[in-house]
């Protein structure tokens, strides 16, 4: 009987939670869709390397099928694969906008840089041992595991790959090399052959723009016919793929080294050497002569190509003179050569000298290092000597490296930053400027420290230890406050690169959602870290901006604990207040609207009160310090519209303290008799307050009714809730309430529907965020901000009366509200009027199957629909607030690719539909709901592929082409550079693309199978052709067209003719007529012989050549003058907050009394 009037009263209070919740949003599974949209730092698992050097665009390629995509600004992103397979190649199409990974699937992906997907997937059917794409095209060559190179093009209108008829298998090129074998070696190498760019015609160029960088720092361009193909067992081969014939043969079993005691790399060189398996190579000059090999012993073999050549089935004869040796050690037992890398040095005497970077070779069990040598060739390139080594120490285990181009002109001596990889997901980078520092005759190691990453968002270096992310009121003062110091941060500041003007990395442009003046921030993300600082960002957009940095310590004071690790944040929207709890005990407050004038802080050290000088600082104010006992913070609580704080510590005590006043109002003792950590508190304001602890025994009975201000419930560890009066500190209940079964719990929320119908106030959804409750004070505040004086903490006493008055709910409205448990093994959910009554019956239950570590509660439409759990295995569930229903079950690793990691819950934070949590060096934000769009997706994100800068680059290298069939006329760049410095720049024009590179010719040659017939045919017919006068079809390049008036297009157009005939010496008015039979017999035809027929024909041919050339020429000098107008037009912007300074002064003078701290 008794059982069942329990199954009964259970029943009535689920259908009255029920029936509350039908007017709340109801939660469902069409509802979610977890997706990434923030991601900084570099995963934990990277493994590869790649760099776009026109893009300035950096890619690192994961072991668990994730790509990382960072530029300049602080731009990054992340693409993750359908399957969680590591990658095993990544490589850019470069300055074309996509991204080519092969996994160990050999599943060939595409990834498109600018819609940030995944544009196309091919399934290799063989096992891919090298990929290599052709530099600035859209070709690529595949090696496998049976000898075999294919060739590959993408094609970007259809989006395709596409495999194209040219395939060499191992034995028809070892036959024709003069090494048949039967056994299919596979290819462990493809790399074009460079080539020296010659003479430097386009320095005249690069004097009047900075921005033909591309062709400053690539003094070494590939050439694209002409490809080295290695094998394993040491077989390397020069291709022409353009004549179809073998150019240099080197390795493979007959290679014969001798003594040479010219070798000063290593005099003691084997008599025989026996077949030797290839591990790494690379081109080891300027112009493709010298070809290092690193081999399985530790070996490293320079190979002259360009001492010995053979023609088509003709076998090569080296000497002694055409190889040289280098080890790295003496010892027997070396580590192979893993990574090979060259770049030429700053001032180098001949195509050879350069530094070589080398991974491996070492004695086995040595420390894992870098090695960089200096190496200098004789002038007739027989010997090498190495004159300088540095060995640079790896923080953790290798994965890759990758050199760097400079983007920068160079005056013709290239420099290179090299990047370094090791793992977990450490990226060092060091410049040019480090590795010059190496002394000419080094004979000792010397060990040189790299520079590490710099993170947007630090979560290593220093180490973070909470974080926060919360939304503020829209239009409210917070939101303002911070877009003010947000812009005056900006003001100041220069784009992120890294803390280096030299900072390699600087690709991409920044939404223009970004740079809006005067833009509220929405959200806000507000991260402790271990050496006590405090650092905010603006979250309003996927791309995070800081903010303001609040330091870990006070200049010149020193203060016991101050700089202790952060263990919980609190921020009041209304008061603009930051309060930080760290691991002493201490409580810091901090005045995001203080004024400059603030010089003083108060600290509350026991019974003590003093107030200190504040020295001039760059973050916000220090208002208190408040020393409390001497024990870990870890609940902190606003209320009264900030002018209360409640702050909870392991200790098991909670003290409220008066923000307005600066004073402790009360510390409760430990309330537990286990002493159990408060890790949770919660404001409610109630009116009668003790008619609410009837039982319901004495329902009916007459009790004293005692009004109370405020009610706090906060909850142990233990999973104990105790109720105290807000005002007093005494307790409500003489028994604290806890549930049937002991339990470890994670946190506490009061949930509720209330609608407060009280004058210039809103309706408040629920009681556990103060922050609703800030809101609705914001009318009030501001209405009688102009009434009442405003003391030092920002809110006048009136207003604190008043919000008093209003921050309380009579017995009925918080009886109908809920309290949410969440504990490591269940979560449950009470009535808030049976656990005033001690009653601890639970409306709805869940047990888990596994641990859980943190629950938070989240929004839909305004209203809390729903709560999220994370499990210590990785699993997020999403709960319905109804019932408590499981709507969607995750994980970490579909997601994020994560697994779990201890401690990881005290960095994550729910708001708003937003999950945030950080692991190792990453850092993420998981949006809960589809089809909301708080971050403006996609228009917020940044733009990988810079369009401008592609069609410029284009344009800059088919000038450059055309330069050497021509020169340039004297006087023409001196004409259009003095222009366009005085002219207005036109910022409606828009860009119509340049040409991409003409590959046309190795499109044909990839069209026909190399061996075959058709294919030599061809080739050997390449250079006969005929062409004739009349087949010859000039088209006009397309000019930019502009939405302007009628007399700013006639304005542009006469600039258009003038700059036409500046470079052609032609008019516009040229314009073909149509003409009479009769006409054009009287003009051409002549009593003139077949030869001076021919002649004449010759001669118009040459002349529209010229013509063709000059126009190609006139619409890659426009390109690259437009994206110099607009580098010219941001360099315009930065000057003119510079100028008109002594002006300014005075008026900054009258202002200084009334500036803020972020003015400063």
């Not at 010397?446 to 630090?458: D, E, H, K, R, S």
């Amino acid at each position: 009987m008794l059982s069942a009037k329990r199954l009964i009263q259970k029943a009535v209070l689920l259908r009255h939670h029920q029936e509350n919740n039908k007017e709340r949003s109801s939660l469902t599974a069409a509802d979610l869709d977890l997706q990434v949209v923030v991601h900084y730092g570099i995963p934990s698992t990277a493994s590869l390397l790649a760099f776009d050097s026109i893009q300035r665009l950096l890619a690192i390629a994961t072991l668990d099928g994730r790509i990382k995509v960072f530029g300049g600004d602080g731009i990054e992103a992340i693409f993750t694969s359908p399957k969680q397979l590591p990658y095993k190649n990544i490589e850019f199409l470069q300055n074309q906008g996509f991204l080519i990974s092969i996994s160990i699937e050999n599943d060939i992906q595409v990834w498109n840089l600018e819609s940030r997907c995944l544009a196309y997937s091919l399934q290799w059917e063989m096992n891919i041992t090298v990929f290599s794409v052709i530099s600035r095209s859209c070709f690529m060559y595949i090696g496998d595991e049976h000898g075999s190179l294919s060739v590959l093009k993408y094609d970007s209108e259809d989006a395709k790959l596409l495999q194209l008829p040219y395939h060499i298998s191992a034995n028809s090129l070892k036959e024709a090399a003069g090494f048949p074998s039967p056994d299919h070696q596979p290819i462990v190498g493809v790399v074009p052959q460079p080539h020296s760019s010659g003479n430097r015609q386009d320095k005249s160029l690069i004097i009047y723009f900075k921005l033909f960088f591309i062709l400053a720092h690539h003094s070494v361009f590939f050439n694209a016919y002409k490809v080295l193909i290695a094998y394993q067992d040491g077989l390397i081969v020069l291709w022409d793929v353009s004549e179809g014939r073998i150019l240099f043969v080197g390795g493979g079993k007959d290679l014969q080294l001798k003594d040479d005691s010219k070798n000063e790399v290593d005099p003691n060189i084997p008599e025989d050497t026996e077949e030797r398996e290839i591990t790494a190579l690379c081109w080891a000059s300027s112009n493709g002569s010298i070809l290092a090999v690193g081999y399985l012993d530790g070996d490293i073999l320079f190979w002259k190509t360009s001492t010995a050549s053979s023609t088509r089935g003709q076998k090569n004869e080296l000497t002694n003179s055409n190889i040289v040796k280098l080890q790295l050690s003496s010892s027997e037992k070396r580590l192979p050569i893993i990574v090979l890398h060259w770049s030429i040095s700053d001032r180098p005497s001949n195509d050879g000298d350069g530094r070589l970077f080398i991974y491996g070779g070492d004695e086995i069990g040595s420390e894992e290092v870098l090695t960089v040598l200096t190496l200098e060739w004789s002038s007739g390139m027989e010997t090498v000597r190495c004159v300088g080594r540095m060995d640079i120490t790896l923080a953790g285990s290798f994965a890759d490296m990758i050199l760097l181009p400079s983007s920068g002109p160079t005056e013709g001596n290239p420099k290179a930053a090299v990047s370094v990889l090791a793992n977990p997901g450490q990226l060092h980078i060091f410049d040019d400027a480090s590795l010059s520092s190496l002394p000419s005759r080094q004979k000792h190691k010397a060990t040189v420290l790299t520079t590490g990453f710099p993170m947007v968002v630090p979560t290593v270096d220093p180490h973070i230890t909470v974080a926060k992310l919360i939304t503020l009121p829209s239009g409210g003062n917070s939101s303002k406050i911070l877009s003010e110091i947000a812009s005056a941060k900006k003001r100041r500041s220069t784009p992120f690169h890294g803390g280096s003007a030299n900072w390699p990395l600087t690709g991409g442009v920044p939404s223009h959602l970004s740079f809006t003046e005067h833009a509220d921030v929405e959200r806000a993300y507000i991260a402790g870290y271990l050496d006590g600082s405090v650092r905010i960002w603006d979250a309003t957009y996927p791309d995070l901006s800081l903010i303001c940095i609040v330091e870990g310590e006070v200049e010149s004071i020193e203060m016991a604990g101050f700089s202790d690790p952060v263990t919980k944040l609190e921020f009041c929207s209304l008061t603009q207040s930051l309060a930080v709890g760290n691991k002493c005990g201490l409580v810091r407050i901090y005045n995001l609207n203080g004024s400059s004038d603030e010089t003083t802080f108060h600290y509350l050290i026991d019974t003590k009160h003093e107030v200190h000088t504040l020295p001039q600082g760059k973050g916000p104010p220090l208002r208190a310090v408040f020393s409390l006992l001497n024990s870990p913070i870890l609940a902190l609580q606003f209320a009264n519209y900030g002018a209360k704080l409640a702050v909870g510590l392991e200790c098991g005590h909670v003290v409220v303290l008066d923000t307005s006043s600066l004073a402790v109002l009360f510390t409760t003792e430990s309330v537990s008799s286990s002493c159990s950590p408060v890790i949770s508190v919660n404001w409610v304001g109630c009116i009668n307050t003790c008619s609410l602890v009837k039982s319901p025994k004495h329902s009916d009975s007459n009790m004293p009714i005692t009004p109370t201000e405020q009610v706090m419930f906060f909850l142990t560890k233990d999973a104990t809730l105790y109720m105290i009066d807000g005002g007093t500190g005494s307790m409500i209940s003489s028994h604290p309430w806890h549930p049937k079964k002991k339990s470890v719990a994670i946190s506490m929320y009061v949930i509720g529907k209330y609608n407060l119908k009280v004058e210039g106030i809103p309706s408040v959804p629920d009681l556990t965020d103060g922050k609703q409750l800030e809101e609705s004070g914001q009318n009030l505040e501001a209405k009688n901000e102009s009434e009442h004086t405003t003391n030092s903490t920002g809110i006048s006493s009136h207003n604190n009366e008043h919000h008093s008055s209003v921050n309380t709910l009579t017995r009925e409205r918080l009886l109908d509200s809920f309290i949410l448990l969440c504990c490591v093994d269940s979560l449950q959910l009470y009535s808030t009027k049976n656990v005033i009554q001690g009653n601890n019956k639970a409306i709805c239950k869940v047990k888990h199957a596994k641990p859980c570590c943190w629950a938070s509660t989240f929004r839909k439409e305004g209203n809390i629909c729903g709560v999220v759990l994370l499990f210590q295995s990785g699993v997020i569930e999403i709960r319905s607030f109804s019932g408590l229903e499981l709507v969607k079950e995750t994980s970490l690793m579909s997601i994020l690719r994560w697994n779990f990691k201890a401690n990881m819950e005290k960095m994550m934070s729910c708001d708003n539909g937003q999950i945030t949590l950080a692991h190792g060096c990453e850092l993420a934000f998981i949006s809960l709901f589809s089809g909301e769009n708080f971050s403006r997706i996609p228009e917020s994100f940044p733009c990988l592929h810079d369009k401008v800068l592609a069609a410029a680059a284009d344009a800059a290298f088919n000038f450059s082409s055309n330069q050497k069939k021509q020169g340039i006329k004297p006087g023409i760049l001196d004409g259009i550079v003095k222009g366009f410095k005085g002219r207005k720049v036109d910022h409606s024009v828009v860009i119509n693309p340049s040409p991409k590179s003409d590959f046309s010719h190795l499109e044909a040659a990839f069209s026909k199978q190399p061996f075959s017939d058709s294919y030599r045919t061809a080739v050997d017919n390449e250079e006969v052709v005929e062409l004739h006068i009349d087949d010859i079809e000039i088209d006009e390049p397309s000019l930019p067209t502009a939405t302007t008036s009628s007399q700013e297009v006639k304005h542009m157009k006469r600039e258009k003719r003038s700059q036409r005939e500046q470079l052609l010496g032609v008019t516009d008015d040229m314009k073909p007529k149509l003409r009479t039979p009769e006409e054009i017999m009287a003009k051409y035809r002549k009593a003139e012989d077949a030869s001076s027929v021919a002649a004449h024909a010759r001669e118009k041919l040459l002349e529209r050549q010229e013509k063709l050339e000059k126009r190609e020429d006139a619409t890659s000098l426009y390109l690259l003058i437009t994206l110099y107008q607009r580098i010219s037009r941001r360099t315009a912007e930065l000057q003119s907050g510079a100028e008109d300074f002594s002006s300014m002064a005075n008026e900054l003078v009258k202002l200084m009394e009334k500036r803020k701290w972020w003015q400063i």
